[in-house]
């Protein structure tokens, strides 16, 4: 196993499982050792949230082989199935320090509308002047039946993510008059942020 960060670039990812858990990191590695790597895993990352009540286990599949009940196995979470479907890059050289993930949640299924929310977002974030410091990138997933939506989110540290969020005062990470349209989305039942470091990030050897 080598360790590395999630390749949001490669193009064999057919599909992402997400799993939130209360089970501590450490034990959902030490389980993971116990079970076979499941043909088509492309690669899997336990991270640990920064407040310590949760973990988040994120995996990658290749086409037709997401398996959510090995992700159940080891992580005690009922994974949601998710597809990529835009990024955003500021800076592939910095190691980031805190992965902050936000999930949005819709009253119900409509595929055109995840995209149109993340697209709303990415209005959002060129309408700034000024970027927040401390962001290095995010990677906007769509759930597979249509209701929500996950950012995985790379900064530089933890701190830095609060310093965003207090300086535009309003819970988002920019200022400009746009991210009214975000907060204001028709449809949007539910969100959440929680902030996570990386424990262990494996992928099969070459």
């Known amino acids: 196993m080598t360790i590395h960060r999630p390749d949001f670039a490669r193009t064999d990812v057919a599909a992402v499982l997400v799993a939130e858990t209360t089970v501590v990191a450490a034990e959902v590695l030490a389980r993971l050792e116990k079970e076979p790597w499941p043909a088509g895993l492309i690669s899997f990352h336990a991270l640990a949230s920064t407040d310590g009540d949760a973990s988040l286990v994120y995996?990658?599949?290749?086409?037709?082989?997401?398996?959510p009940g090995f992700v159940r196995r080891v992580a005690e979470g009922e994974p949601v199935e998710?597809?990529?479907?835009?990024?955003?890059?500021?800076?592939?050289?910095?190691?980031?320090g805190c992965i902050v993930v936000?999930?949005?949640?819709?009253?119900?299924?409509?595929?055109?509308?995840?995209?149109?929310?993340?697209?709303t977002v990415?209005?959002?974030?060129?309408?700034?002047?000024?970027?927040?410091?401390?962001?290095?990138?995010?990677?906007?997933?769509?759930?597979?039946?249509g209701t929500r939506v996950l950012n995985y989110a790379e900064w530089v540290d933890e701190q830095s993510h609060r310093d965003a969020l207090a300086r535009s005062g309003r819970g988002t990470v920019g200022v400009s008059d746009e991210w009214r349209k975000?907060?204001?989305?028709?449809?949007?039942?539910?969100?959440?942020?929680r902030r996570y470091r990386m424990v262990r990030s494996l992928s099969p050897a070459a």
Not at 104 to 117: K, L
Not at 122 to 145: C, R, W, Y
Not at 182 to 193: L, N
């Open 82 to 96: 998710y597809r990529l479907y835009r990024s955003g890059n500021r800076d592939d050289s910095t190691v980031p």
């Open 59 to 67: 995996t990658q599949w290749a086409e037709g082989a997401a398996d």
């Open 122 to 145: 990415f209005d959002a974030l060129a309408s700034e002047e000024k970027p927040a410091p401390g962001g290095i990138s995010g990677h906007f997933h769509v759930s597979t039946d």
């Open 102 to 119: 936000v999930s949005v949640e819709f009253d119900g299924a409509d595929a055109q509308r995840q995209r149109r929310w993340v697209d």
């Open 182 to 193: 975000v907060q204001e989305f028709p449809g949007v039942r539910g969100s959440g942020v």
